[in-house]
């Protein structure tokens, strides 16, 4: 069964500091992507990927920074934390273009910027 | 812009109860866009239940039944006998290319708690 590993599992971070998360696939998948979940909305897309050493901004890309340094490895950056980015984070996978294909995803990491 | 619009939780179900969960669609950019649900089960990460990519046809998937209705643009999910088992937060998504990729957009998902 496809794997996606994501790190921390919660945090909790000051406004105003950095903050990385960090996600990790074992399915050999070109894609991968970086969601966020807040009560009242469904999940957004915020940076994806499809290739190492690439990557393409999503609906909400504002105060996120993406990094993708191999096809297993995907990390999002929050430089400067606010109160509004408090919300569960999702990382997912896919073989082929999402719209198509399953995605697989990680155990999220709840994010509570104070 | 693309919209997948769902019945939001909490949806309370008494065992061996049948469940309907609505969804309904709109797509920009293609006519007849994919479309999933997903599950999320407690402490678990979302996983796909079913997909259909073909207007008209039916997915089925662990007792859930969803038909791509290109009419009424409408996937409402569907189990005639829920279970304990079955709690957990469901989520219709819709699947379109978009530039180098592609996207899925979800809906805002509906918790589903069934009682004993």
């Known amino acids: 069964e496809a794997a996606v590993t994501q790190s921390p599992r919660s945090k909790v971070a000051v406004t105003g500091g950095k903050v990385t998360l960090s996600c990790h696939q074992t399915?050999?998948?070109?894609?991968m992507y970086w969601y966020r979940q807040d009560t009242g909305h469904g999940l957004r897309l915020i940076h994806y990927?499809?290739?190492?050493?690439?990557?393409e901004k999503g609906d909400i890309p504002d105060g996120y920074k993406a990094s993708r340094p191999s096809q297993e490895n995907f990390s999002l950056i929050l430089e400067l934390a606010s109160l509004s980015q408090t919300a569960v984070y999702f990382c997912?996978?896919?073989?082929?273009?999402?719209?198509?294909?399953?995605?697989?995803f990680g155990h999220g990491t709840k994010l509570s910027v104070l | 812009g693309d919209s997948v619009t769902q019945t939001e939780g909490p949806v309370t179900v008494s065992e061996s109860e049948s469940l309907i969960i609505n969804c309904t669609y709109s797509?920009?950019?293609?006519?007849?866009?994919?479309l999933f649900w997903y599950v999320r089960y407690p402490g678990e990460g979302l996983q796909l239940l079913l997909k259909?990519?073909?207007?008209?046809q039916k997915g089925s998937s662990r007792g859930f039944e969803a038909t791509y209705n290109k009419e009424t643009t409408s996937f409402h999910l569907q189990k005639a006998s829920v279970q304990e088992s079955d709690s957990a937060v469901y989520y219709c998504?819709?699947?379109?290319?978009?530039?180098?990729?592609?996207?899925?957009?979800f809906g805002k998902g509906a918790k589903l708690t069934v009682s004993p």
């Open positions: 997912a996978s896919s073989d082929r273009p999402v719209s198509n294909e399953r995605l697989f």
């Open positions: 399915n050999n998948h070109d894609y």
């Open positions: 990927s499809y290739v190492a050493d690439s990557t």
């Open positions: 797509a920009t950019s293609i006519a007849y866009p994919n």
């Open positions: 259909v990519i073909t207007a008209g």
């Open positions: 998504a819709l699947g379109e290319p978009q530039g180098t990729g592609s996207k899925l957009s």
